[in-house]
Each structure stands twice: as C-alpha cells, then as structure tokens.
C-alpha cells in the first residue's frame, strides 16, 4: 500500500477499492470511476483542497482510529507532505486498475510526471530570462499608477499650466 508522511511525521497509507471510490465520488465529487479517469486527475491537479478532501477520504478510517480530525489533517497537508500525498495517490491509482490496464496506467502516470517535470523546467527557464524583473517592476507600477502606460506617467494636458 503506498504511504505517504504528514508536517506532523504520521504515516499514512493510501488505498483504493469500489467502495472507496463510491465514497470519494459522493462526497467530494471526483469520479474514478468514470471512463475518463484524466478528468479527475485534472480537478485533483487544479484544485489542492479537492485532493486534500480525497486525501481524507482514503485515510479516515485511519485517522478516526488515530483521533484525527479532517481539519487536523488538512493543517498537517502542504509543500513536500502534500505532493508525497498526491504521489501515494497516483501510485495506489494504479495498483486499482485492473491487471490487463495496470501498465498502461502505469505509463500514464509516468508521462504525467515527465510532463510535469518539463512544465517545470520550461517554467524555471522563463524566470532566468535577462530583464525579467524589470518587465515585472514596469508592468507592476503600471497596474499601481493611474493612467500611466508601461510605467509612464501621462502627458500633460496643457489645461494645467506649467510652473
């Protein structure tokens, strides 16, 4: 069963059946069931407190014997413990595909990760570009001065005479 550790240090283990399933699509709406299972993994992506209620979900037995509460397990949730958790996950994910799927699943989720990673490095790549911080400093004082125009203040209308 895969594993993940909370801010806290407590292990918790990651597992899904139809049942579980049936209870995570009741009450926090993301379907693994349904035919396209990238649309779940879509919402989870796009939506942390959505993976932290599925996150709950798969371990409330867990922490109801453990005293946890799903508040205490959401404070407990973010940064590496909250992508070790969303890892837990996918890896459990597969092991619930059925053996004919698993590889193909498995391969999804390793390009999922590729991907990712390449989001990441493009991403990393964008922000060392030369003169960033300038292009970020004119396009914030634009926001910041009314009328202004890529950091320009705005003419003179010729209304207001000169001292």
Same mark, same amino acid.
């Given at each position: ?28 709406? #993301? ?20 993976? #932290?209620? &599925? ?11 453990? %005293? &946890? ?5 959401? $404070? ?17 994910? &597969? ?24 989001? $990441? ?12 911080? &300038? ?22 209308? %010729? ?5």
């Amino acid at each position: 069963m895969p594993q993940f550790k909370d801010m806290k240090g407590r292990a918790w283990g990651v597992d899904l059946s139809i049942g579980l399933a049936s209870r995570i699509r009741q009450n926090t709406g #993301v379907d693994f069931l349904a035919p396209e299972l990238g649309k779940a993994l879509r919402e989870l992506a796009a939506d942390p407190m959505k993976l #932290v209620g &599925v996150l709950w979900e798969c371990c409330a037995e867990q922490a109801e014997r453990s %005293g &946890v509460t799903p508040e205490d397990m959401g $404070m407990s949730l973010g940064g590496d413990s909250l992508s070790d958790a969303s890892e837990a996950l996918m890896e459990a994910l &597969v092991l619930f595909t059925r053996r004919p799927l698993r590889p193909a699943a498995k391969r999804a989720m390793e390009l999922g990760k590729e991907a990712e990673r390449l989001l $990441m490095e493009r991403a990393g790549e964008r922000l060392a570009k030369p003169g960033l911080a &300038v292009e970020l400093a004119d396009a914030l004082e634009a926001e910041l001065t009314p009328g202004a125009e890529s950091g320009k203040l705005p003419e003179s209308s %010729g209304s207001t005479p000169d001292p």
